[in-house]
């Protein structure tokens, strides 16, 4: 990142924030819509690199990262259903994502891919490897677990909440993302051009998710690039892969990254970026069998 840091003021530990957001509730559904989400491409090499963004975002919180992917790699973006310029679904689940990822990226014929999702878009990353397991080689998931704990209290109090002061709960939320305050406020900005019932739709959705069973018979590899607020330096990997819920047949990865909030892409693009591309190398080299591991990765000297 470049340009002055201005650090925020004091808030919740990072596993709190994502869990607040994905445990929201509203009641209408998403918009009707079943043409593919938008997607593009650029660069070229394989393994292809799909790149699918989280809740309240689009695109763009990839362009630190994917021009630099690029160089080596055909990378592929493509905008949730009812983000950005993608229709919104009928019917929101992170079924109903997934299958719209996968027309999308079976337009571009992708095949034995490297999928990263960050936070929601990690879910689809999930989902689609259990649904096309062919169609990818390994699964990179940005600061995110497989299930959200159910907390009802809590969320019946953030419904009403919502319902009676949206943005200001959009802000608190999404203002925490990042550790610059620049990438905070285009975050909240972001997320406000969402519609809200659309949004509202996903947090619903995210709060009855619980990816644990479906995700137990995977053998694909997967790799959990976690920043330091969501996975304490003083936790050993092995206890927070099952904090996670990351429980597979084939191995998990743990990489914990320093400095950043949970848009990882844009306050350590330079580490995340390095991350992807060791992956990548080691799909190519036929790298991923094996018993998990966990690492530490912080801003490149």
Do not use: C
């Not at 840091?5 to 445990?23: D, G, K, S, T």
């Not at 992170?94 to 034995?112: H, Y």
């Not at 608190?172 to 659309?198: G, H, K, N, Q, Y």
């Not at 580490?271 to 790298?287: D, K, P, S």
Request: charged fraction near 25%.
């Amino acid at each position: 990142m470049t340009g002055t840091r201005a650090r925020l003021r004091p808030r919740p530990p990072r596993l709190a924030l994502v869990l607040l957001l994905v445990a929201l509730l509203a009641a209408p559904l998403g918009l009707a819509g079943d043409a593919p989400p938008w997607s593009d491409e650029q660069g070229g090499g394989e393994p292809t690199i799909v790149l699918l963004h989280g809740l309240g975002a689009d695109r763009h919180v990839w362009d630190l990262v994917a021009p630099r992917l690029a160089k080596a790699h055909r990378v592929v973006r493509v905008e949730l259903p009812g983000h950005g310029a993608s229709p919104a679904l009928r019917t929101v689940s992170v079924k109903e994502a997934a299958r719209a990822v996968d027309r999308a990226l079976s337009g571009r014929r992708v095949e034995k891919a490297v999928i990263v999702g960050h936070s929601y878009g990690a879910w689809i990353a999930l989902e689609g490897a259990v649904a096309k397991p062919k169609r990818t080689a390994a699964v990179v998931v940005l600061d995110m677990g497989s299930y959200t704990p159910a907390d009802s209290t809590r969320i019946a109090s953030l419904e009403t909440y919502l319902k009676e002061r949206y943005p200001s709960l959009i802000r608190v939320i999404f203002e925490t993302m990042s550790e610059d305050r620049t990438e905070a406020d285009s975050a909240v900005a972001l997320a406000l051009r969402v519609p809200a019932d659309v949004l509202s739709a996903y947090f619903r959705d995210s709060w009855r998710t619980d990816l644990r069973p479906r995700i137990r018979d995977l053998t694909v590899p997967v790799h959990v690039i976690a920043a330091s607020g969501t996975w304490p330096a003083s936790q050993p990997w092995e206890v927070a892969r099952r904090h996670f819920g990351y429980e597979t047949k084939g191995p998990v990865h743990g990489y914990r990254v320093e400095n950043s909030g949970h848009l990882i892409m844009r306050d350590q693009p330079d580490t995340l970026v390095a991350l992807i591309e060791r992956i990548a190398a080691g799909v190519g080299a036929g790298a991923g069998a094996g018993s998990s591991g966990a690492g530490s990765a912080g801003p490149p000297r």
